[in-house]
């Protein structure tokens, strides 16, 4: 088992950054794909960016190319997400996610274990 705790979200104003941090314990987490994913009200849950466990492939969706970039520490079994030039429409429930194959994938269905996400608004 892995546990998958979010921490980092809150409101911002647009333009602005966050950075999310999503600690994991249970499980040794170099061994573990990690994906960020979202979902805004009344919106179906959307994929934003995963990392492969050595951290050294990444994979964005287009809507947050350019302004969000996803890392990991082995070291401190976490990884995180940054956020830069925040829009209105980044506003949802963030969630992290573990699959236990090293390969990136942006299909939710394909993750293993999920954090309880953290809320990000985006204020105009």
């Known amino acids: 088992q892995v546990q998958l705790v979010e921490a980092g979200g809150g409101l911002v104003q647009a333009g602005g950054s966050l950075r999310l941090s999503c600690s994991a314990s249970?499980?040794?987490?170099?061994?573990?794909?990690m994906g960020w994913f979202r979902q805004a009200p009344g919106k179906e849950r959307e994929f934003v960016a995963a990392i492969t466990w050595s951290g050294i492939s990444t994979y964005n969706a287009d809507s947050v190319k350019g302004r969000f970039t996803i890392s990991r520490d082995n070291a401190k079994n976490t990884v995180y997400l940054q956020m830069n030039s925040l829009k209105p429409e980044d506003t949802a429930v963030y969630y992290c996610a573990a699959r236990s194959i090293e390969t990136i994938s942006s299909r939710g269905e394909e993750y293993d274990y999920w954090g309880q996400g953290t809320q990000v608004t985006v204020s105009s």
């Open positions: 249970g499980r040794t987490f170099g061994s573990l794909a």
